[in-house]
């Protein structure tokens, strides 16, 4: 069983810069593809960001192309996602979600393809 943490998240102004953190327990992380996901309030859960168990790969969603950057550290058990260029509409609750992935270079962007998520973190982007 997998548990995720996320943190990082807080109130920024537009233009801004934030890095979520999220911090994998109780699995070999190096063996789980990792994405990122954003719900806004009122609307449905949205793919941002996936990337590879090797981490040769990784996927953005295009709103979020060229501003964000999803990264892992396998010795640190650790994904991150470096947002910047921050926008009002980037506001909503972030997840991060993990999944055992056989292939090195797997990646996966819908949140049905993923069995464990962590609790969230806010994320504010004040205009």
């Known amino acids: 069983q997998v548990q995720l943490v996320e943190s990082g998240g807080g109130l920024v102004q537009a233009g801004g810069s934030l890095r979520l953190s999220c911090a994998a327990s109780?699995?070999?992380?190096?063996?789980?593809?990792m994405g990122w996901f954003r719900q806004a309030p009122g609307k449905e859960r949205g793919f941002i960001s996936a990337?590879?168990?090797?981490?040769?790969?990784?996927y953005y969603t295009d709103s979020v192309k060229g501003r964000f950057t999803i990264s892992r550290d396998n010795a640190k058990n650790t994904v991150y996602l470096q947002m910047n260029s921050l926008k009002p509409e980037d506001t909503a609750v972030y997840y991060c979600?993990?999944?055992?992935?056989?292939?090195?270079?797997?990646?996966?962007?819908?949140?049905?393809?993923?069995?464990?998520w962590g609790q969230g973190t806010q994320v504010t982007v004040s205009s």
């Open positions: 990337i590879s168990k090797s981490g040769g790969n990784t």
């Open positions: 979600a993990a999944r055992f992935a056989l292939g090195s270079g797997s990646a996966f962007s819908k949140s049905s393809d993923y069995n464990y």
């Open positions: 109780g699995g070999t992380f190096s063996n789980y593809a």
